[in-house]
């Protein structure tokens, strides 16, 4: 007995040793610059006993960065970013008291009643009762990080705000966001996510709050309550969750026509993104923008990901859900932490402020730009870069930086005015109102992410959370107790003036311009302007969503709203609910946009992660070239081998990391895989026949005569044999620049 409890022992200290070592060379590989793998949840590798010594809080991960140091008065701060950090070696009450404690409460007797003068219990208790904060009412779900975008001068001719100066570096904090979903929700539901970015600017803050679909699913804000009532789960059962496959949905958006084109763009690959870092963002609506003369134009803006647009294949979508439910959120941070920064370039589309012949103003091409439900095709208005952003920095803490993160389409800045867009007017109403209750009152603005990196001097006093120091008598203007401060900005410093606009009809109705009433000739447009195998995926999308509803009638009435956008569409999704197909109706003549398409164009492999797939038995300096190779290249390797910790022999130099095992790998996260060699293992048969299955790149160091058994031939496409580890990467590259092979047969269908 003794002799197994001394082996025993040995093993414990061996596996502590290794884990050290591990340890080790991961800070080490971090404090050099060095490649590192995602995924460490601490700065300092933890060990395996207690630690018995105290220290202070560690130092933040190499990726994580906070708000940058300002006072809620927007003053640069000399603190560091850890000045509002927990502080000391020890546990201490609220008020800094150190505590001896916290296992146990103070009562009268081991066995007696605990007491009330238990400071320690009732604090500790009482804070934990009050943790949570209401959660938004839509984009509940999301993830943020921070980062810098820098202009290129190319706005100066349109835009006099100072964020597009040229060479002008401004930082940013972005957050993305499903829509319907509570904040439990799964990441990869079918659903418009949100992509809202804040600009700390020198002239105050600036947020662009979009979604990742260019057009929105009503014309009017007073209908906002009646689209989420209608998407949000059935108020008797509390179900489905972040879903839009139920009847309340498609009860509302078949009869409030105006939803369609919006829906329709939900429906295609556009509602399941591969990526948070591979999404476009749009700011939906029509802003105008004022030069140094004076003169005004109207844009729309757009974020263009380096990386392309990207999505999930319905199936990985569902798998996705039940094996990772935060998978996106995941992968931005890891990418973020890997130092793989997703960046996108800023663009507007830009329309003359003018009137046209009918004497109606902001309209272009006869397309009305105050309809949040229309787009402008980039055909007919070309999108033009005037800045990049790029994200280089996670969290440090979600709930003070992404869930306490408050937007407002009303947070201009000199240069950048709205429009009468009648759904961004009622925005500028909501997203104020709604941070009383969110974020506890009027101040939410003097939370650290949420300060203006700008000199504040408001004459706003009090309120619950005030954290500014206000100095003076005299909050009012005009005033002398204060000197007259604070003065009023002339036009020349630097002050934001609202565009003076004629209003040429003076009536006042509550009814929409003639030119709002086309609901169905732009989802026409951008149905035709998808390639086969979109559409394919478009009409199993409505076959599925509206499969799972209950009501007979809600589906009819769908599907004959499709006939309005595309007969052939409508017959293909009655035939897949058993339904007659509806009668065929007069569709707009559109003339189709290459651009709405997301296949059929080449992306960088930036980013990108790569799947190694080994054998215990495999090679190591064959995976630690390829892992290399993968480094080098700007992708990201994960290893997956049959166990955790290493592949090789750490005291012997030549370990190679292992980031997933046989049992923690599934295909959804791995845009491409390389198998150095083919395990006999159900679970990584599973692996490869879905990498397969959605058309996804396979790489492989054995002969491809092996894969017989998956449907894999030496002349499947996207599939690829390499003589060397040297030779993976070259390979794979052009078949990743294409994003899938969607030329590849599906095995269902052959």
Not at 134 to 149: L, N
Request: hydrophobic share 40%.
């Amino acid at each position: 007995m003794a002799a197994k409890k001394k082996s025993a022992a040995s093993g414990a200290k061996s596996t502590a040793k290794k884990i050290a070592d591990k340890a080790e060379q991961i800070a080490e590989d971090i404090a050099g610059g060095g490649d590192v793998v995602p995924g460490a949840p601490a700065a300092k590798p933890p060990t395996v006993e207690e630690p018995t010594e105290p220290t202070g809080p560690l130092p933040t991960k190499h990726d994580q960065s906070g708000p940058t140091p300002h006072s809620p008065t927007g003053e640069r701060s000399s603190d560091g970013e850890d000045a509002n950090r927990q502080q000391g070696e020890f546990l201490t009450t609220a008020q800094g008291a150190r505590v001896t404690d916290t296992d146990h409460s103070l009562k009268a007797g081991r066995r007696g009643p605990t007491l009330l003068q238990d400071h320690h219990l009732r604090e500790k208790i009482m804070h934990f009762d009050h943790e949570r904060i209401p959660e938004r009412v839509v984009h509940a779900r999301g993830a943020g990080a921070h980062g810098v975008f820098r202009a290129n001068g190319a706005a100066a001719s349109v835009c006099k705000a100072g964020v597009f100066a040229e060479g002008k570096e401004t930082e940013v904090f972005v957050r993305f966001s499903t829509v319907l979903g509570n904040r439990g929700s799964a990441d990869t539901v079918r659903d418009t996510r949100g992509f809202a970015t804040k600009f700390y600017t020198d002239e105050g803050t600036w947020d662009l709050v979009g979604n990742n679909i260019p057009v929105f699913f009503i014309q009017d804000a007073i209908k906002f309550p009646d689209v989420v009532h209608a998407g949000k789960p059935h108020p008797d059962r509390e179900i489905p969750q972040a879903q839009s496959a139920h009847d309340t949905f498609w009860d509302f958006v078949s009869l409030h026509t105006e939803a369609q084109h919006h829906t329709l763009w939900n429906m295609s690959d556009r509602g399941i993104p591969r990526s948070y870092r591979m999404m476009e963002g749009f700011g939906i609506h029509t802003f105008r923008l004022i030069n140094d003369a004076g003169e005004t134009s109207l844009v729309k803006f757009h974020w263009k990901p380096h990386l392309g647009v990207h999505s999930q294949v319905w199936e990985e979508a569902q798998i996705t859900a039940g094996m990772d439910p935060d998978f996106h959120r995941r992968d931005l941070a890891d990418a973020i932490e890997a130092g793989a920064f997703p960046k996108w370039d800023l663009g507007i589309q830009v329309f003359p402020d003018t009137v046209d012949e009918n004497g109606v103003s902001e309209m272009f091409h006869g397309i009305d730009l105050l309809d949040p439900t229309k787009i402008v095709p980039e055909e007919l208005a070309p999108v033009q870069v005037i800045g990049t952003m790029e994200l280089n920095a996670n969290v440090k803490n979600f709930f003070a930086e992404t869930e306490q993160v408050a937007f407002h389409p009303g947070h201009l800045v000199p240069g950048i005015d709205v429009t009468n867009d009648p759904l961004l007017q009622g925005r500028l109403f909501s997203y104020l109102d709604t941070q009383l209750t969110r974020l506890g009152g009027p101040n939410f603005g003097q939370i650290p992410i949420n300060r203006p990196h700008a000199p504040v001097n408001d004459m706003l006093r009090d309120g619950f959370h005030q954290q500014a120091d206000h100095a003076g008598v005299a909050p009012y203007q005009p005033n002398t107790l204060d000197g007259g401060c604070p003065f009023m900005a002339g036009t020349t410093d630097g002050a934001l003036v609202e565009v003076a606009q004629g209003i040429a009809d003076a009536q006042i109705e509550r009814r929409s311009p003639a030119t709002f009433d086309d609901h169905f000739s732009q989802a026409t447009l951008f149905y035709a302007s998808l390639t086969d195998v979109e559409r394919e995926h478009v009409a199993e999308a409505y076959t599925f969503e509206l499969g799972k509803c209950y009501e007979e009638a809600i589906k009819a009435r769908q599907v004959e709203k499709l006939a309005h956008i595309d007969h052939d569409l409508a017959v293909t999704v009655a035939a897949g609910l058993g339904l007659p197909a509806p009668a065929k109706v007069p569709v707009a003549e559109v003339v189709t946009s290459p651009a709405l398409s997301q296949i059929g164009k080449e992306w960088p492999s930036d980013g990108r992660q790569i799947g190694i797939l080994v054998t215990e038995d495999s090679d190591v300096d064959t995976v630690s070239e390829l892992v290399q190779a993968v480094f080098d290249d700007g992708m990201v390797p994960l290893v997956i081998a049959p166990t955790g910790g290493v592949l090789g022999d750490t005291e012997a130099g030549t370990a190679v990391p292992v980031s997933r095992t046989y049992q923690t790998q599934r295909s959804i996260e791995f845009d491409a895989i390389v198998v150095v060699d083919l395990p006999a293992n159900p679970r990584t048969d599973i692996l490869i026949s879905e990498m397969f299955r959605h058309k996804k790149a396979i790489a492989s160091l054995a002969s491809v005569d092996r894969y017989t058994e998956f449907g894999i031939t030496s002349d499947t496409p996207g599939v690829v044999q390499a003589d060397s580890a040297g030779g993976v990467v070259p390979a794979l590259k052009p078949l990743l620049a294409n994003h899938r092979m969607w030329e590849r047969p599906d095995p269902a269908r052959v």
